[in-house]
């Protein structure tokens, strides 16, 4: 009775440890269920962060693209500004140019009348 109270206690005993280890075995499994869930969450973050910086990087391009477009549209709008300016410019001389033809063929004129004048003149002496 008294081997039989003592295997009994062993075995108890045993069993109670077994318990023990599976438990603290049980534990440590969800402590490291724990950690890898908190890595996946950090892992979420930084892709997260990730996603933030190359959304701010395309929103900096876009910006600068914009800027580069607005910078070539005003280049073409001054360009074509200069050209209509120059186009007027030449508009001005041309009209320059006629009115001074048109009083050089005043002037052949006046001259031609000068001359007939003179004609008239001669005829009547």
């Not at 534990?27 to 869930?37: H, L, N, S």
């Not at 001005?92 to 003179?118: A, D, F, K, T």
């Amino acid at each position: 009775m008294d081997r039989e109270g003592e295997r009994e206690r062993r075995e108890t005993e045993r069993y109670r440890k077994r318990e023990i280890q599976r438990y603290k075995a049980r534990g440590r499994e969800k402590e490291r269920e724990r950690e890898r869930e908190r890595e996946r969450e950090r892992e979420r973050d930084r892709q997260r962060q990730r996603d933030r910086d190359r959304e701010t990087e395309r929103q900096r391009d876009r910006e600068t693209e914009r800027e580069r477009e607005t910078k070539k549209e005003r280049q073409r709008e001054r360009e074509t500004e200069r050209e209509r300016e120059r186009e007027r410019e030449r508009e001005r001389e041309r009209e320059r140019e006629r009115e001074r033809e048109r009083e050089r063929e005043r002037e052949r004129e006046r001259e031609r009348e000068r001359e007939r004048e003179r004609e008239r003149e001669r005829e009547r002496e």
